[in-house]
């Protein structure tokens, strides 16, 4: 009788792996077969205007790059402080709990946010208000990662540090970080994917642009709100550029995890 | 017989802790000499070891009261160092007394980089002073044979027990009064456990030395004076032979013979 239940368990979990899998194989084949065959050199040499992606896959470069600039220094700061300061005192865990809510907060609202905030006084969307939404989005993951991975630092190092005579922000700046660095970087590596495949939170803060641009002061080319205005249009040709849009982001996203779990493994 | 440090009538309370975990505590450190602190686990020694450069100060609360006397250099006076308030202070008095840690504690740095990081914190910049001094330190730390070709390498990459020399090297380049150990070998094998004792041997011509231990044949081995601590008291000191050979205190014999502990 155990043996018929540890055999029916053991189908069914395969069966709910199996089934996880195939949808997952499913995504990736389909986007692969028509991704593939929509690529062409074209798509990398011109603008959306004339019906390539070059614009965009920069437009959405530069919005995450500034969203990384801005994020994550006040991340890191955050983490830092919730580690090394706080002491974990009752505001240092609020800022924890509030720091975790927002990472599950659907990023449409934060792309609400930002409109409610920088485009609604503005007047128009803009390249920054993006890069702002897309900032706030991965601050909680760069509080997080910070904390934890200073955490996993033992506290005789930063004792070392200081029995040598070094002042704490210096054992911090210069061990305690160092020590952490790869978990950290590899933290980093994982928000910054997170946030460029991002669409919600740019759709009405940068919007789109057909043109090259690097004025952030007026809508921003995106190559997610491309995908997604892309895929809703009749034109067959327009729609199968947003399947070759959609497969070289799934790459770069993927080339962007698999590095990070390479300086995972490198460490150990 | 010189004293560098002087702990009188001292007391220590952790953080919310309701008692006091060290208890009128009255011991001398001598110059140019071991000094032991032996005890069951929990019974203070280390804390008492780690009041003495005021490393508990890195957590919030703890409470110190008495006093803890170190001899000033220039004014040959005792000054009282539960007195310091200013960081400055407390980091001039952590360049006076280097601490080794139970577990080696190598910073993420090249081995060049681990020596020479606490003289660069005192300000010293010179290239090639820099350089005789990490030297020297690796010389004095019987160490120098084993990593001269490779001081550009990660420290992490050391063995255990050259680990802890390195860490040795590094609280002796910026050349301390004292030097308080926290139970220096207990992490490493008996070959670098031999290595480590000879160079406390060694070391005590120029630097003071308390050291914590459980291992009672190291304390008989290597110390000039030894304290028994039991429950946050003091129980008796005195020339680690007197100790040893001839307690006064029924505990302490109790203890070294290995009734309880």
Redesign the interface.
């Known amino acids: 009788m155990r043996l018929l239940i540890n055999k029916i368990v053991l189908f069914l979990s395969t069966l709910a792996a199996v089934l996880g899998l195939i949808f997952l194989f499913w995504i990736l084949i389909t986007l692969t077969i028509k991704g593939v065959s929509a690529l062409s050199i074209h798509l990398f040499t011109n603008d959306l205007v004339n019906n390539g992606l070059r614009n965009l896959f920069i437009g959405q470069f530069i919005l995450a790059l500034i969203a990384v600039i801005l994020g994550v220094p006040i991340g890191m700061a955050a983490g830092i402080y919730l580690q090394e300061y706080s002491f974990n005192n009752k505001f240092a865990s609020f800022i924890r709990n509030l720091s975790d809510v927002m990472m599950s907060a659907p990023s449409i609202v934060i792309g609400t946010f930002v409109y409610a905030i920088v485009v609604n006084p503005v007047g128009h969307m803009n390249g920054w208000a993006g890069a702002i939404a897309l900032a706030i989005l991965m601050l909680p993951i760069v509080v997080r990662t910070t904390d934890d991975m200073l955490g996993l630092v033992p506290k005789e190092l930063r004792e070392a540090g200081v029995a040598i005579g070094a002042p704490k922000y210096k054992v911090i700046f210069n061990i305690i970080i160092k020590a952490a660095k790869v978990g950290i970087m590899t933290g980093l590596l994982l928000a910054f994917a997170r946030i460029i495949g991002e669409t919600a939170p740019l759709l009405f803060t940068s919007g789109n642009s057909q043109y090259f641009t690097l004025n952030l002061n007026q809508e921003f080319p995106s190559l997610t709100v491309a995908i997604y205005t892309l895929a809703t249009m009749p034109d067959k040709h327009l729609v199968e550029i947003a399947w070759a849009g959609a497969f070289i982001l799934t790459v770069f996203v993927l080339i962007i995890n698999l590095l990070g779990r390479y300086i995972t493994k490198e460490k150990k | 017989m010189n004293k560098v440090m002087d702990i009188k009538n001292f007391y220590f309370t952790y953080a919310k802790a309701p008692k006091p975990s060290l208890k009128n505590i009255n011991l001398p450190i001598y110059e140019n000499k071991v000094t032991a602190l032996i005890g069951p686990s929990g019974c203070g020694k280390s804390t008492l070891l780690r009041s003495l450069?005021r490393?508990h100060d890195?957590?919030?609360g703890n409470k110190y009261e008495g006093e803890v006397l170190l001899k000033d250099l220039k004014t040959e006076e005792m000054e009282n160092i539960l007195e310091y308030k200013k960081?400055n202070e407390l980091?001039?008095l952590?360049?006076r007394v280097?601490?080794i840690?139970?577990?080696p504690?190598p910073?993420?740095?090249s081995i060049y980089d681990n020596i020479s990081?606490?003289l660069k914190?005192?300000g010293k910049k010179n290239k090639s002073e820099l350089e005789d001094k990490v030297e020297e330190a690796l010389k004095d730390a019987a160490l120098w044979e084993e990593v001269k070709d490779r001081l550009k390498d990660d420290a992490r990459g050391l063995s255990g027990g050259q680990q802890q020399r390195l860490?040795i090297a590094?609280?002796i380049a910026?050349e301390p009064e004292v030097l308080l150990m926290d139970e220096p070998t207990s992490a490493l094998d008996p070959i670098s456990t031999i290595a480590i004792e000879e160079l406390v041997a060694k070391l005590k011509d120029r630097v003071t030395i308390a050291i914590v231990t459980h291992n009672m044949q190291q304390a008989s081995r290597i110390s000039d004076y030894t304290a028994f601590m039991y429950l946050g008291e003091l129980i008796e000191y005195g020339s680690t032979e007197q100790i040893f050979l001839n307690p006064k205190e029924k505990r302490t014999a109790d203890y070294i013979a290995g009734k309880f502990g």
Request: proline residues 7%; aromatic residues 14%.
């Open positions: 450069n490393i890195l957590y919030p960081e980091i001039n952590r360049q280097g601490m840690f139970q577990k504690t910073f993420p740095m990081y606490g914190l005192m860490c590094r609280a910026v």
